[in-house]
């Protein structure tokens, strides 16, 4: 299974795997180094530019691995949308 796979049903983006368990460790750390790093920099102290710089690295990490996912299972939700609204709009035009 790849890190970086791309192309996800809804089914299979809807299940845990190692993408969402990279997601709920990396995103904490994300958070916390670029807060301690932007805070630094503002100071001018060189470590908080390395810290920003290995968030936003980081960030651009986990982007890459979970957007993908994300994307499957909100094309999922919408096509479940509109089919629900299409069957709402025929029961309120009583086309049963």
């Given at each position: 299974?790849?890190?970086?796979?791309?192309?996800?049903?809804?089914?299979?983006?809807?299940?845990?795997?190692?993408?969402?368990w990279i997601a709920v460790i990396v995103s904490p750390v994300i958070y916390v180094l670029i807060l301690i790093?932007?805070?630094?920099?503002?100071?001018?102290?060189?470590?908080?530019?390395?810290?920003?710089?290995?968030?936003?690295?980081?960030?651009?990490?986990?982007?890459?691995?979970?957007?993908?996912?994300?994307?499957?299972?909100?094309?999922?939700?919408?096509?479940?949308?509109?089919?629900?609204?299409?069957?709402?709009?025929?029961?309120?035009?009583?086309?049963?």
């Open positions: 299974m790849s890190l970086f796979r791309k192309d996800w049903t809804p089914a299979e983006a809807d299940d845990w795997g190692i993408n969402d790093g932007g805070a630094l920099s503002m100071l001018l102290i060189p470590a908080g530019f390395v810290l920003l710089g290995i968030g936003i690295v980081l960030l651009v990490v986990l982007l890459r691995v979970i957007d993908p996912k994300l994307a499957a299972v909100s094309r999922g939700y919408e096509e479940k949308q509109k089919h629900y609204i299409e069957e709402l709009e025929r029961k309120v035009k009583w086309e049963d």
